[in-house]
């Protein structure tokens, strides 16, 4: 799944508004496109890391517009969105997550916080045991 989220700015009286389509909690601003995009970059990663702390589903992008800017979540967020996605669909605990991948469940209790600096190798194997496969890309 890529995580890259249409991102449209407006300018209103001097400031550039930014709203995300999928994720209609976002909404800043700042004094000038770029400012504003950075500020977007991390409301988005504000709210998908919330999201999946309170277990919410999280529904994939859907495509850029062509009045949109393409934000992408940083990778570490990315892979652990993808992994929290399987496990989700899934539909198991995470004490089931852990037997899966021969760990305590501490650890797949970490590897489902967005917070938490797993490492990709880890990210990987979680990916495997849900039936996926984590890919790095370079775009």
Known sequence: MHWIYGVRIDEEDGDFV?????????V?????RE???ELA?????????????HERELPPPSQVRRAEQAVALAPHLAAKASVYALWKKAGISKRELARRIGRQET???????P??????EQLGEAAEALGGKLVVGLA
Do not use: C, H, M, N
């Not at 930014?18 to 976002?26: A, F, S």
């Not at 800043?28 to 000038?32: C, L, P």
């Open 115 to 120: 917070r938490f600096g797993t490492k990709l």
């Open 41 to 53: 970059k991390d409301a988005i990663e504000v709210v998908i890391a919330k999201w999946i702390e």
């Open 28 to 32: 800043t601003s700042g004094d000038s």
């Open 35 to 37: 400012e504003a995009l």
């Open 107 to 113: 650890e797949a209790r970490r590897i489902l916080d």
């Open 18 to 26: 930014v709203t995300v389509r999928d994720l209609p909690e976002v």
